[in-house]
């Protein structure tokens, strides 16, 4: 069975382009809200679930030991835009546990921020691994490690105790059993596990409301939660789409985008948890399929997403980016 | 009925993303030799008809009239990467007619050759008109206008005289009807009408064999493909997955990229016309789609196309690009 078509992009009168894909909406003890699409076999939630593997940063105690706050624990939670306050946070983590850049194993990439990017290429600036939008959760896990004295070398493999304790928190908030079978190798090199839809936005629930989780855990959820209501800039960065939703929604609405058109997120009031997928990984269809998701139940994220309306490179209206009919039944019956 | 995956991108031991698509491979008569998924439903071509498009410009006498060659027939049918030889080319042409980039209607983007971009940013240029992928062809429509004595002024407009022309021209070659329900703007703003693969792929067979076609035409045809084979860096740029085919398959492959997922061209050795669409307009799936077709019946030109070992930031391995199973079977069928 494949998914259905979720957003669909027209040209004249005719659909040139289409998105295929899943959504599930569930609540913290599992009960299926609304879905569309496969919701039951594995897909790799890459960076969305950065939220779910901040957790042993602070349940480990490194959190408290280093003296981070709500801003080491969004920086953690993001992938960040490369911008320069993100560039200086995640080294100021780095350096109060007497690590470096050196210490990441993250690779490098120019920032996503496009006025960083220009500026490096200005100056002849090559992009460090501090650049990398994932530095400041790996900066997270070394914090983890030298915490509990383990060795930081290595930090990102499958086996190294860092990422055994964030695969024993994925089972734990998502119900799922991840075995090798699952395991996948991330952009950053850290283990990405795959994961049913369901499973992920059951995790999203639970973190968004506590509901079903032990006190300490509940604690932590409400602290992670918390601080990217805060700090929605860290998250991501100015101008991004996670970012203006938490800045638009904050305590409302918790999200996080994943590479390969996956976003997660809860609608904390509702007590409702969400995850996506787009089959074939376009950015563009992930955006516009969370901003109707979001806008179903909050109309006033409407106009945060990417423009529906298509125009070319003289401006001229030429088409409109819209939700498919399987999309639309879906938030009919969520409304 | 949906069209099959084409192209799968894994990710450990799982399928991470798909690309769904469909093929039509046809010869000059419109004998079907292989197809995948559905070749009869209408798909916007984009820039994958330039050498389409081309032929009024040859056929009105501009060229000629212009003192033009094989280089500017190749720049009018390219969608060039907006580097040196790219815009001083196009300036060339436009003075040659008494115009400037003013007269120009496609808009401008960034080059999409990554040096001469980053050094626009380096000493703080802004992209003109000339470095928009299309303005080759905007300066011979222009060109054409000129010729003949028509308007300039809105040569871009569905009822200007060049874009009728072309219309007649594309119905001719394809062989199908293109009414005002297949209209669609472009991303140069001048008409693009929607056609099915299969009438695209006949249209290629025929461009590439002058096989029934009347004589002036057929010999158009022919210099516009040797214009493509003597100049492919003006059809693209270095390093493009279109030059690097016709640079390596001179005089046996034509190959010409479209926006949102298309490629159309040719085995003109064998007479075979081809025309491809990724549903979902992505570049990495059309690219990986069209150097597996080229690659079956030309093995050499595999190692072309985009690496199908992906890997990541740091280059870990972390999974592959492949052809799905239909396209697979496709393959074996034209082999």
Redesign the interface.
């Known amino acids: 069975m494949?998914n259905p078509v979720l957003i669909e992009?027209t040209?004249?009168?005719?659909v040139?382009?289409?998105?295929?894909g899943a959504i599930a909406v569930v609540r913290a003890d599992g009960e299926v809200v609304a879905s569309v699409g496969d919701m039951a076999s594995?897909?790799?939630p890459r960076s969305a679930i950065k939220l779910l593997q901040a957790l042993p940063f602070l349940e480990s105690g490194a959190v408290d030991r280093f003296g981070f706050g709500a801003a080491q624990i969004a920086l953690a939670c993001g992938s960040h835009a490369g911008a320069r306050p993100h560039v200086t946070g995640v080294t100021a983590m780095l350096a109060r546990t007497a690590l470096s850049a050196a210490a990441l194993?993250?690779?490098?990439?120019e920032p996503t921020d496009a006025a960083t990017a220009?500026q490096m290429?200005?100056v002849?600036a090559s992009p460090s691994p501090l650049h990398?939008n994932c530095s400041g959760k790996h900066a997270a896990m070394l914090a983890t490690a030298v915490h509990l004295a383990e060795p930081t070398e290595g930090y990102w493999r499958p086996e190294h105790p860092v990422q055994q304790r964030i695969r024993q928190a994925l089972e734990d908030m998502t119900g799922c059993t991840l075995g090798p079978?699952?395991?996948?190798?991330?952009?950053?090199?850290v283990p990405?596990w795959?994961m049913p839809l369901a499973g992920l936005a059951r995790a999203f629930a639970r973190l968004a409301t506590g509901e079903g989780l032990a006190p300490e855990r509940a604690d932590t959820c409400r602290r992670v939660r918390e601080a990217c209501w805060a700090h929605p800039d860290l998250v991501a960065g100015q101008g991004h789409l996670v970012t203006l939703i938490m800045q638009h929604l904050p305590g409302q609405v918790l999200v996080k985008s994943g590479a390969?058109?996956v976003y997660c997120g809860a609608f904390a009031d509702q007590g409702l948890g969400f995850a996506l997928k787009i089959?074939?990984?376009?950015k563009r269809?992930s955006e516009a399929a969370v901003v109707q998701l979001i806008s179903c139940l909050h109309p006033a994220a409407q106009h945060l997403g990417p423009d529906p309306r298509l125009s070319?490179?003289?401006?001229?209206?030429?088409?409109e980016m819209r939700a498919g009919e399987a999309l639309t039944s879906m938030l009919q019956r969520l409304r």
Chains 1, 2 share one sequence.
């Open positions: 494949r992009l040209r004249g009168a005719l040139e382009s289409l998105h295929a594995p897909i790799f194993a993250c690779g490098a990439h220009r290429v200005r002849g990398h079978d699952a395991l996948g190798i991330d952009g950053c090199s990405n795959a390969e058109g089959d074939d990984g376009a269809a070319n490179w003289r401006g001229l209206p030429v088409g």
